[in-house]
């Protein structure tokens, strides 16, 4: 299960990354292996804000719906319109083109784990 | 038997941890929903062959001189000029003409029946049979269920993998009939039967004899990428040859015309449990009918989406009874009743998804039939 040290991640599964005054949004490796196959991606509209916990889009498997929560408060700057054809791009490359949406804002006083303690965290799920 | 809120494993259950299965409750069962990718084991199937664990499923004995006669008047199929070793689809009947549940009829004798009933239905239906069957002279409902594993090979490479692992000439079984015969030296009723739309076998074993014939199925499959596949790729593969799912296209508030299966409904038979309702019906013409769709906008429909025959409905006319992207297809595809002045081809209606209403158009039913050769 890979996790890369220079993200962090909320305990339902979503990466971020800080980028200046914006962070981008994924779902981890292990959350996209749990899924399976995406075959569809519902993305929120760019410009709508969102507090931690709101239910930024879906992603659907062949036999499941889930929804991708916010990890941090913003409003959406950008969304990944590959995934409109490419939905696969969340499991191929789940920390790389297979990003969701780019929110403003910044992770500052959100409970977010690094990538030891979201290690840790799935460990514990798993137990 | 399995105790209410614990799952059941079934013979198989170790395989299915050493092939990495993701194991799920299901009818009481602790069952794969896939192992590695259920688009995988879905295409192995449709191009190759695919080893299902169905186990979990009923069988249930109807024996005695009257056996036949207590067929006849549970099923609304007609049973009379079935031979040994035939199979035959039907609906075990409730007075309303609904389904207690679908089966599969299986001739074993002249005087015994098998049907394969479904798992989550298996002790309602013994209840039933068994109530009704007192009242009946010489017919016995015996509850086989613990006596047999069932895997279900399926795809268009089933036989030349199977054939190996026994005498039987598999070659001259024809669809919907089985043997009692051989299988790696144990005995095996072999049907050539599925719930897949492709070509393929059940096999009923003994518990025992299960884990040994799975491995030699896999291995031999092996060169061909042959399969282990799960829940998850056998709710897709009937889905798209348009079978229907109990609890899901049918139950006990649908009758067989209702969902389009008026090829299992016969009245040239003697009286059985429905035959009144269903025959006005037939003289009538049904309300509502099962129809296929796929969505013509961006959006899956899954069961339990309200149907909307309008887009500013408030009110859904009925659920999507089963309903997801198709992977053989390539569409979000589903089921579903709708009026029967709406059932046309081409017809729109749609679908709610979450928060938002999203087109679809009715279709033909199956999505897919298999090229026959």
């Not at chain 1, 993305?43 to 941090?72: I, M, N, R, Y």
């Not at chain 2, 299915?16 to 299901?26: D, I, K, P, Q, S």
């Not at chain 2, 092996?222 to 139950?251: C, K, W």
């Amino acid at each position: 299960m890979t996790i890369p040290d220079d993200l962090m991640y909320a305990r339902s599964h979503e990466w971020i990354k800080i980028e200046g005054d914006s962070v981008s949004v994924g779902i981890s490796h292990y959350a996209q292996d749990q899924l399976g196959e995406v075959v569809y991606v519902e993305l929120p509209e760019v410009g709508t804000a969102f507090a931690v916990g709101d239910e930024l889009g879906t992603l659907e498997s062949v036999k499941a719906v889930s929804e991708f929560l916010a990890p941090v408060a913003g409003e959406v700057l950008e969304v990944n319109t590959r995934l409109e054809d490419e939905p696969n791009l969340v499991n191929d490359d789940s920390y790389g083109d297979g990003w969701l949406v780019r929110l403003s804002g910044s992770a500052e006083g959100e409970e977010l784990l690094d990538a030891a303690g979201y290690k840790e965290f799935l460990e514990q799920e798993s137990a | 038997m399995s105790e209410v809120g614990v799952a059941a494993k079934t013979p198989l259950f170790e395989e299915h941890l050493a092939a990495g299965g993701r194991m799920v409750e299901f009818a009481g069962f602790e069952l794969p929903v896939q192992y590695t990718s259920l688009t995988e084991e879905h295409h192995a199937v449709r191009t190759r062959a695919g080893l299902f664990d169905v186990s979990h499923m009923g069988e249930i004995a109807i024996r005695g001189p009257a056996a036949l006669d207590f067929v006849q008047l549970i099923s609304c199929n007609d049973h009379q000029k079935m031979a040994v070793g035939r199979a035959q689809y039907t609906g075990i009947m409730y007075p309303e003409g609904t389904f207690v549940d679908d089966t599969l009829v299986h001739k074993m004798a002249d005087d015994e029946f098998l049907l394969v009933v479904n798992a989550a239905n298996r002790h309602k239906n013994v209840a039933y049979l068994t109530e009704l069957a007192a009242n009946f002279d010489s017919a016995d409902v015996v509850d086989l269920s613990n006596n047999f594993a069932q895997l279900a090979l399926q795809g268009p490479l089933a036989e030349e993998i199977l054939q190996p692992l026994t005498p039987e000439n598999l070659g001259e079984l024809k669809y919907y009939r089985f043997i009692e015969g051989d299988i790696m030296g144990t005995a095996a009723i072999i049907a050539r039967t599925g719930y897949t739309g492709e070509d393929g076998f059940e096999l009923y074993v003994a518990p025992s004899a299960a884990p040994r014939l799975w491995r030699e199925i896999l291995d031999r499959g092996q060169p061909h990428s042959v399969l282990p596949a799960g829940l998850g790729a056998r709710d897709t593969l009937r889905f798209e040859a348009g079978m229907s799912l109990y609890g899901n296209d049918i139950d006990n508030t649908t009758t067989p015309l209702e969902a389009g299966l008026g090829w299992i409904v016969k009245f040239k038979k003697g009286d059985y449990i429905g035959r009144d309702v269903l025959e006005r019906q037939k003289e009538e013409g049904v309300e509502r009918k099962l129809i296929g769709f796929e969505m013509t906008e961006r959006g899956i429909a899954r069961h339990g989406y309200p149907v909307l025959l309008a887009q500013d409905d408030t009110e859904p006319f009925s659920y999507v009874t089963s309903g997801t992207q198709s992977p053989t297809l390539g569409k979000a595809l589903g089921m579903a009743y709708l009026p029967i002045e709406a059932t046309e081809v081409g017809t729109e209606f749609f679908v709610q998804i979450r928060n938002r209403t999203a087109p679809a158009r009715v279709v033909e039913l199956p999505f897919y039939s298999r090229k026959k050769v």
